[in-house]
């Protein structure tokens, strides 16, 4: 069963700093990864999507790197901000033929005091 | 550009009713997608659908549930009879191809009594 790990499931820091949440996954034959944004009751927003094929992806302050061979993903946020607190979470698309659907893991719960 | 589109936004009902969920997804995207989510569990595919074929529903939970998609532009998720366990926030998630990703809808919060 493939599975999408995410460390720390909770995080709390002061405004200003930079930070790394982290994904792990156990099956290396991935299609892309996905990093998406949940605000309480809200959907979901995608913030950063990296192909097999790439290293990383940068987005503002967001910076997504992949290795796909100690499967990790890591999401670096710089000069956070309290509009930055909300659920984190981190998807799989796995290369199995007809398998489209996103595998998850359960996020992490950012809070950036001000 | 609409989104993805659910209603109801929430739908509280007791246990045994039927409910129905309805998603309409980006015009022209040709995968659709239900997705569960829960505290315990976090977000879990059900099934999805490729061109309005289900192609994979090894996500849905019991014969209780039951979804389909009639045409590209509707699709419905179905829990007949709903039980207190089934819930959860709900999303339809559309895309075109598999390198751009899905995109989600705002979900369905379904609670049972």
């Known amino acids: 069963k493939q599975e999408v790990t995410q460390i720390p499931a909770a995080l709390s820091v002061p405004e200003g700093e930079n930070l790394v949440l982290n994904c792990s996954f156990t099956d290396s034959a991935i299609y892309n990864l996905q990093w998406f944004r949940q605000d309480p009751g809200k959907g979901l927003t995608s913030l950063l999507l990296i192909q097999s094929s790439q290293r990383e992806q940068t987005s503002g302050r967001l910076n997504a790197s992949l290795d796909k061979s100690s499967g990790r993903s890591t999401l670096y946020i710089a000069a956070s901000q309290p509009g930055d607190s909300a659920t984190y979470l981190c998807?799989?698309?796995?290369?199995?033929?007809?398998?489209?659907?996103?595998?998850f893991g359960k996020g992490t719960h950012l809070i950036i005091q001000p | 550009d609409a989104g993805v589109i659910q209603s109801p936004r929430h739908e509280v009902t007791e246990m045994g009713q039927e409910v129905t969920l309805r998603c309409k997804p980006i015009?022209?995207?040709?995968?659709l997608f239900w997705y569960r989510q829960t505290m315990m569990r976090g977000l879990e595919l059900l099934i999805y659908?490729?061109?309005?074929?289900?192609?994979?529903d090894s996500g849905m939970p019991e014969d209780r549930f039951s979804a389909k998609m009639p045409n590209a532009s509707f699709s419905t998720l179905k829990i007949q009879p709903s039980e207190p366990r089934d819930s959860a926030v709900y999303f339809c998630a559309s895309s075109l191809v598999r390198q751009t990703g899905p995109k989600f809808g705002p979900g369905t919060r379904l609670t049972v009594t």
């Open positions: 659908f490729n061109n309005n074929v289900p192609i994979d």
């Open positions: 998807a799989v698309l796995y290369s199995g033929g007809g398998a489209d659907g996103l595998t």
């Open positions: 015009s022209g995207h040709n995968s």
